[in-house]
T-cell receptor
Framework: AQSVTQPDIHITVSEGASLELRCNYSYGATPYLFWYVQSPGQGLQLLLKYFSGDTLVQGIKGFEAEFKRSQSSFNLRKPSVHWSDAAEYFCAVGVPFRGYNKLIFGAGTRLAVHP | EAQVTQNPRYLITVTGKKLTVTCSQNMNHEYMSWYRQDPGLGLRQIYYSMNVEVTDKGDVPEGYKVSRKEKRNFPLILESPSPNQTSLYFC?????????????FGDGTRLSIL
C-alpha cells in the first residue's frame, strides 16, 4: 500500500540556521509530490510540488525540495530559517485511485524556531 | 478572493446530536474532499466528490455522510456523533482530479464531541 513517512515528529532549530525536513514515500512509480505548511489555526498551504523534470524544485517562502528516485525521498530544505517558519509541515503524494489522483499525507513534522 | 470556507470553525457538542459542517468554494472546482487531522496520523480522507452528485468513500468514512447537490458546496454530516469523532476537519477543493493542480484547503473545523 502507498504510504508517506516523515521520520521526525518535532524539530527545533535556531533562527538563521539551515533546515531539512525528511520525507520518504512508498509507491511503485513516481507519484506527484507535495509539501504543505500549516500555521496554527489555519488550513494547509502549498509550499511546492514535483510532477516531473528537474528534481530540485523551488517553492514559496524560500523553500526548496529535492526528489531522489533512488531513495524514494522528497526532502524539504531552507538555507536560513525565520521565526515565522514555525509551523507544521506535511509531505504528501498523489497516486492514481479510482479515476483521480488521491493525496496521501505523512504524519507531519512540527517545526519550532528558537530566537 | 479564491477560498474554501468552512463553518463552524469550532463546535463543542454531545454524543448523538446530529451536526453538519458546511464547506463552500468559490473557484468552480470539480473535485472536493473532506479530511480529518489527528495527532501523529496526519490527514486522512473521509469522503471525496469528483463532481455534482458523485461522491465516494475515502479511508475513514464510518460515521460520516456527505452530499454534493451543487458544485460549490460539500457539507459533512455526522448523524450521530461519538467522542472518537473529536478531531480537526478540513475541506479541500481542486480544479482537477488528476492531481496536477494543488488542493486548496479551508481553515479547519475543530469538533469536540462530549
Amino acid at each position: 500500500a502507498q504510504s508517506v513517512t516523515q521520520p521526525d515528529i518535532h524539530i527545533t532549530v535556531s533562527e538563521g540556521a539551515s533546515l531539512e525536513l525528511r520525507c520518504n514515500y512508498s509507491y511503485g512509480a513516481t507519484p506527484y509530490l507535495f509539501w504543505y505548511v500549516q500555521s496554527p489555526g489555519q488550513g494547509l498551504q502549498l509550499l511546492l510540488k514535483y510532477f516531473s523534470g528537474d528534481t530540485l524544485v523551488q517553492g514559496i517562502k524560500g523553500f526548496e525540495a529535492e526528489f531522489k528516485r533512488s531513495q524514494s525521498s522528497f526532502n524539504l530544505r531552507k538555507p536560513s530559517v525565520h521565526w515565522s517558519d514555525a509551523a507544521e509541515y506535511f509531505c504528501a503524494v498523489g497516486v492514481p485511485f479510482r479515476g483521480y489522483n488521491k493525496l496521501i499525507f505523512g504524519a507531519g513534522t512540527r517545526l519550532a524556531v528558537h530566537p | 478572493e479564491a477560498q474554501v470556507t468552512q463553518n463552524p470553525r469550532y463546535l463543542i457538542t454531545v454524543t448523538g446530536k446530529k451536526l453538519t459542517v458546511t464547506c463552500s468554494q468559490n473557484m468552480n472546482h470539480e473535485y472536493m474532499s473532506w479530511y480529518r487531522q489527528d495527532p501523529g496520523l496526519g490527514l486522512r480522507q473521509i469522503y471525496y466528490s469528483m463532481n455534482v452528485e458523485v461522491t465516494d468513500k475515502g479511508d475513514v468514512p464510518e460515521g460520516y455522510k456527505v452530499s454534493r447537490k451543487e458544485k460549490r458546496n460539500f457539507p459533512l454530516i455526522l448523524e450521530s456523533p461519538s467522542p472518537n469523532q473529536t478531531s480537526l476537519y478540513f475541506c479541500a477543493s481542486s480544479l482537477s482530479r488528476q492531481g496536477d493542480q494543488p488542493q486548496h484547503f479551508g481553515d479547519g473545523t475543530r469538533l469536540s464531541i462530549l
